[in-house]
């Protein structure tokens, strides 16, 4: 029986060290040492190149907005990437040309690290969270655009670095948020102003459920999370329309918050808008204060409309005639869309049945499709 040639050379080696004088089995022995040296840096070599392939995104990894480039865009990019360096077996090829230098200079391919300074809860379920920038920069996003979040968790390992809101920098280790060995990534639109200096916000409402929700409750202020972008496919000029009319649904009031405040904040622009707030209660209305403000302008007016709300005597005096009981149904949009001033362009943020009932109403109204834009 053939022995392995591993076994072989056992049984070579041993029968030297009992005394054997050199002749043909030891020169064999020799022979295969730096062959079998050779092998097994070529399969360290190729483990290597492994480890290092890019891991394919799992279908709960894409945030679902329809923003490019998408996670699984990025993968293919890097995996063309990995695999030109494999070839040519080059590792520097598959070193990013982009930084995380500064994190006020956005990017949409290249998470970057960003301070938490504050975290508020609004509602039992609803946080508004400040990111700090460093110094007086701005974050650079257009009215409306969103960001794509990857939550971090501050811990031991490797140590990028993170910009704080006071110039300076220290290291963190990461972890990239996950869930059962999910990495979560989701979408949400700040609600800061677009000239904000400083610091951006967020308006993130938790689930019980949500995979994500269960990393944003545990947020506090000296907490690190990774975003990229800007994304969004709406871009507001001023005196583009004659009227805007928002229909927003919980934190889809999100993206209507920067556009009607750069309206207002604009005195060349004399665009009018008609803002609707569908929540379940009076108290689940966020942001009132800010919203009251904005009513006091000539061309902003606002509705809200509640779902598990049946009393108007139990409301502010300031909302009775401006609050509607129920949900934003077709016959209320159709009323909505016929106070307009001047013809509306209507824009809709909510979950997607509310989304998708709206511009059904919409279309009932008599709005055509291009005058309408659904975030």
């Not at 269960?214 to 975003?227: I, L």
């Not at 005195?267 to 009018?272: G, I, S």
């Amino acid at each position: 029986m053939e022995m392995p040639k591993l076994a072989q050379s056992r049984s070579v080696q041993n029968v030297a060290g009992k005394g054997a004088g050199p002749g043909p089995a030891l020169g064999r022995v020799s022979d295969q040492a730096p062959l079998m040296m050779g092998q097994a840096e070529e399969g360290d070599e190729e483990e290597a190149w492994l480890q290092l392939r890019p891991v394919e995104p799992l279908p709960s990894q894409c945030c679902g907005s329809g923003c490019s480039p998408c996670v699984f865009d990025l993968y293919q990019r890097d995996l063309a990437r990995w695999e030109a360096a494999r070839a040519s077996k080059d590792r520097s090829l598959l070193h990013r040309e982009e930084t995380q230098s500064c994190p006020s200079k956005l990017n949409p391919e290249t998470f970057l690290a960003f301070l938490i300074s504050a975290v508020d809860r609004l509602t039992k379920d609803t946080y508004l969270v400040r990111f700090a920038l460093p110094g007086n920069s701005q974050l650079g996003l257009r009215p409306g655009q969103h960001l794509i979040l990857r939550y971090t968790q501050v811990m031991g390992g490797p140590h990028p670095t993170v910009h704080s809101g006071d110039g300076s920098t220290s290291s963190y280790g990461t972890l990239r948020g996950t869930v059962d060995d999910l990495e979560i990534q989701r979408a949400y639109t700040p609600i800061s102003p677009a000239n904000a200096e400083g610091y951006f916000e967020v308006l993130i409402k938790c689930y019980q459920t949500g995979l994500m929700s269960q990393y944003v409750k545990s947020w506090k202020a000296g907490d690190t999370a990774f975003w990229r972008g800007p994304f969004g496919g709406f871009f507001y000029k001023p005196n583009q329309y004659g009227e805007l009319l928002m229909l927003a649904a919980g934190t889809g009031l999100a993206p209507m918050v920067p556009i009607l405040q750069s309206i207002t904040d604009n005195a060349e622009d004399e665009t009018f808008i008609t803002l609707v707030g569908c929540f379940k209660t009076f108290e689940g209305i966020y942001m009132k204060t800010f919203l009251q403000e904005q009513a006091r302008f000539w061309n902003v007016r606002t509705f809200f409309v509640l779902s598990q709300e049946n009393s108007l005597e139990q409301l502010p005096w300031s909302y009775r005639d401006r609050t509607h009981f129920g949900h934003l149904d077709r016959d209320l949009l159709e009323e909505l869309v016929g106070s307009c001033r001047r013809k509306p362009f209507a824009l809709v943020c909510g979950s997607a049945e509310f989304t998708k009932d709206v511009a059904g109403y919409l279309l009932h109204a008599g709005l055509a499709e291009d005058s309408y834009f659904l975030f």
